[in-house]
């Protein structure tokens, strides 16, 4: 670790009022000037010129970040407007991560002397107080970690939102998860990455006119209707969401497909024995938590019949942090635990499942969340009279600190191929086909 006391700062950055003197306090803890131009509620300004701009709009912010230093409580006052980002919030998140890389601030370690200053300075700011309330948009579950009651109030917190939200965010499908992008055009858009995904899928799996397929955690229902209308499949879908269920019957009954799709309002735990022919779980098994993952992935063997194909799609994570980080913990997905894809891997060979291949789509989930952000864009007006400021600005946090995460290689994506064994014999072919990388 580095020990870092309270430090002269440089003429650039020395300035009077409140910004002048947070820089000054703040320079021991991010190893020198402010990576960022900080202007604060006093009209004073500090930081380099040509820095990204963060403004301090009330002393609840600096509040919110003395109690919850670094993500929570930035992301605290940013989302209740209490902090902001003037111009590119990817351009500015960007910029601080390289900062912190560059300086290792991680190994930071102020003095009791630093501390002290920058209480001083919130003492003078009026920063000191009582706790403030979390934010309304921040999640507050009770009951045992991946109970049945508490799974729901997750999946409330974050799909229940409304049909018409999502609708502002997401492709016409309704996909919410990483797409399949096979061209570089400009005219190829996230929809037709999203069906080039269900076709992938579909291959993969070897569906076929009358093939029985369970599709867990079904979401809005984009992949059970692609495998239906596409490959002729008999579908059943689970969902604990009550609006995706909604949604996901009015377009059954639209595209007529009643005697193909059924979708259940149920927990994957719940699922009956049956002798499906394969399962498909897209961005499912982030949500079962890590004690409940030997749970899914035996439930995911159960349900196939022997010689069948499972496809799992999910999300990977090395290091701390398996839940996404505290904003995500807090503001998105609560309770999610994600591991490095071996891991998982391995879980999933626990369950008596044979492993066949694992395909890893990282870059990808940056073109998809670049386009779900785009959208959102173009709508956030509509988004915030449907949601209100806060929960928009959540949003917005949401898909540009997915992106990032991804780009940078912090998360990662892959589809994992397995087939329940059936005395060593597999239909699954030796040679991978063409269109699978």
Not at 116 to 131: Q, T
Not at 158 to 184: K, T, V
Not at 291 to 302: E, S
Not at 406 to 424: C, K, N, S, T, Y
Request: one cysteine or more.
């Amino acid at each position: 670790m580095t020990t870092i006391d309270a430090v002269e700062p440089s003429t650039a950055t020395r300035a009077s009022g409140i910004a002048g003197e947070i820089a000054d306090a703040l320079a021991p803890f991010v190893g020198g000037e402010l990576p960022v131009r900080l202007s604060a509620w006093d009209g004073s300004t500090a930081g380099p010129a040509d820095a990204p701009h963060v403004v301090l709009r009330s002393p609840r912010a600096l509040r919110r970040l003395l109690r919850h230093p670094g993500e929570l409580g930035a992301a605290q006052a940013y989302v209740t407007g209490e902090l902001d980002v003037e111009g590119d919030l990817d351009e500015a998140l960007t910029h601080v991560w390289a900062v912190a890389r560059e300086r290792r601030l991680g190994g930071i370690r102020p003095t009791p002397a630093a501390i002290a200053a920058l209480l001083k300075v919130a003492r003078g700011a009026g920063a000191l107080g009582l706790p403030l309330p979390a934010p309304a948009s921040q999640a507050a579950l009770s009951g045992r970690l991946h109970s049945l009651g508490r799974d729901r109030q997750a999946i409330h917190h974050h799909y229940d939102l409304s049909n018409d939200f999502y609708s502002l965010i997401l492709d016409p499908q309704m996909a919410y998860s990483c797409g399949y992008w096979r061209s570089e055009d400009d005219g190829y858009t996230v929809e037709d990455a999203q069906r080039d995904k269900f076709e992938l899928v579909g291959r993969k799996l070897g569906l076929a006119p009358g093939a029985r397929l369970l599709d867990v955690g079904c979401g809005w229902g984009s992949m059970s209707l692609y495998a239906a209308e596409h490959f002729g499949a008999q579908v059943v879908g689970v969902t604990i969401a009550a609006e995706q269920k909604r949604f996901i019957d009015a377009r059954i009954a639209e595209r007529g497909l009643q005697d193909k799709v059924e979708i259940r309002l149920q927990d994957y735990r719940a699922v009956p024995e049956g002798d499906f022919d394969a399962v498909v779980s897209l961005e499912m098994g982030e949500h079962v938590g890590q004690r409940n993952y030997p749970t899914y992935a035996k439930v995911l063997h159960d349900r196939v019949r022997p010689g069948g194909r499972v496809l799992v799609q999910q999300m990977s994570r090395r290091g701390r942090h398996p839940g996404g980080g505290p904003f995500i913990e807090s503001f998105i997905a609560p309770d999610m635990h994600m591991r490095p894809v071996g891991e998982t891997v391995d879980l999933i060979e626990g369950s008596g499942l044979e492993v066949r291949d694992v395909h890893a789509l990282r870059e990808h989930y940056v073109r998809t969340v670049a386009a779900w952000h785009r959208t959102f864009e173009d709508h956030f007006d509509q988004v915030v009279s449907l949601v209100g400021e806060e929960v928009a600005r959540v949003w917005r946090l949401y898909l540009v600190g997915g992106a990032m995460a991804f780009r940078e290689g912090r998360m990662g994506v892959d589809q994992i191929l397995a087939v329940r064994p059936d005395h060593g014999v597999s239909d699954v072919e030796p040679v991978r086909p063409a269109g699978w990388s």
